[in-house]
Nanobody
Framework: QVQLVESGGGLVQAGGSLRLSCAAS????????MGWFRQAPGKEREFVAL????????YYADSVKGRFTVSRDNAKNTVYLQMNSLKPEDTAVYYC?????????????????WGQGTQVTVSS
């Protein structure tokens, strides 16, 4: 029942910034944890960041900690991923996902709904 629409991807030079957005359907958005994942060409999808329903808990992969910030605006049913100091190795398709059951988690298998993905390309 949850539909996710991602936007904000694009091409940026190393050291630059992008902000990804993920707009969700439904009136119960604030109940759900939201996660960001990414998949580079030829590689497995990996966890990037998560945020709890209230926004009170966030967690980041070591590879992006200190550079990326996840946030949400429950009034707009939207979650964001602010990406700063981008590196070529950040190049990937970025996906947002919804975890319906209580409790944030970095485990991909616990997420129930997924967006279509948005391409982020970082040039050197």
């Amino acid at each position: 029942q949850v539909q996710l629409v991602e936007s904000g991807g694009g091409l940026v030079q190393a050291g630059g910034s992008l902000r990804l957005s993920c707009a969700a359907s439904g009136r119960t958005f604030s109940r759900y944890s939201m996660g960001w994942f990414r998949q580079a060409p030829g590689k497995e999808r990996e966890f990037v960041a998560l945020i709890s329903g209230s926004g009170g808990t966030t967690y980041y992969a070591d590879s992006v900690k200190g550079r990326f910030t996840v946030s949400r605006d429950n009034a707009k049913n939207t979650v964001y991923l602010q990406m700063n100091s981008l590196k070529p190795e950040d190049t990937a398709v970025y996906y947002c996902a919804t975890k319906v059951r209580s409790g944030p988690s970095s485990l991909e298998r616990l997420y129930d709904y997924w967006g279509q993905g948005t391409q982020v390309t970082v040039s050197s």
